[in-house]
């Protein structure tokens, strides 16, 4: 295939940025999106320009790392797909593809495709975790934990943090990222000593770090490569209030 590519570039944060086009030639339907990013790399290297910097580890749809909006749409639309696995046979001969970064006010671009997901961290340091005396690793089974309340703590344990959900939330919000985490903690025994202080925290670190608030479009579900439902971000809710009575 033959395809025509429209990519955001930006030299830095605080520098204007543009769409600029490329042409990738000979693409194959079996690779991989970011496989076809690395070939035009090559070649803007062969003529001595920059290349494209994007974000990428893992490639196996796991680690969250990749982070681009592909026709308008954060991993480019296929349902439960990162970049990474995202595959060519998905555009036709002759297709124009428009690339971009997350765009979120707290997404700040670094360059070109690659933004700053710090503040997803910084919720995560509020209260993303259990605290606990370290010594003796205790026994499996000595906390038992009903199979429901396990299975509702995996699916939000699923996330893998990528801020697919922020970028395609009309207001930038990360209340499904934040709910998965604080869902998952308060499902189990572990986590309820420390719930309330938990919800407070990383809610309050959600807002500092210049995320939006919820207003219930369902983007962020649409968008989730790993299917986060927008229940947890109804239990954030109970969790909150809750938290406020004590």
Not at 44 to 63: Q, S, T, Y
Not at 113 to 122: A, F, M, P, T, Y
Not at 226 to 238: D, E, P, S, T
Request: proline content about 4%; some cysteine; overall charge negative.
């Amino acid at each position: 295939m033959n395809l025509t590519l429209h990519v955001w570039r930006q030299s830095g944060p605080n520098q204007p940025g543009k769409l600029e086009q490329y042409d990738a030639k000979n693409v194959s339907p079996d690779q991989s999106f970011l496989e076809m990013l690395d070939e035009v790399n090559e070649q803007l290297i062969k003529e001595g320009k920059d290349p494209i910097v994007f974000d990428h580890d893992c490639r196996e749809g796991i680690c969250g790392m990749c982070s681009q909006v592909i026709n308008g749409v954060p991993h480019g639309g296929q349902e439960r797909t990162t970049v990474c696995q995202l595959h060519m046979r998905n555009f036709s001969d002759g297709d124009t593809i428009y690339i971009e970064p997350w765009r979120a006010l707290a997404f700040p671009v670094i360059r070109d495709l690659i933004v700053d997901r710090s503040g997803l961290e910084k919720i995560m340091q509020a209260g993303g975790y259990t605290s606990c005396h370290t010594g003796g690793v205790a026994d499996g089974n000595a906390i038992l934990v009903p199979k429901v309340d396990a299975d509702y703590a995996m699916d939000a344990a699923e996330c893998i943090g990528c801020g697919a959900c922020v970028a395609a939330c009309p207001n930038g919000s990360a209340m499904l990222y934040t709910s998965a985490k604080v869902a998952q903690l308060a499902a189990l025994p572990q986590g309820k000593a420390e719930a309330a202080q938990r919800v407070c925290a990383m809610t309050d670190a959600m807002q500092e770090a210049g995320f939006g608030n919820c207003s219930n479009h369902y983007e962020c579900q649409a968008a989730c490569p790993k299917g986060i439902n927008v229940k947890f971000i109804a239990r954030l809710n109970r969790e909150y209030q809750k938290a406020l009575f004590k």
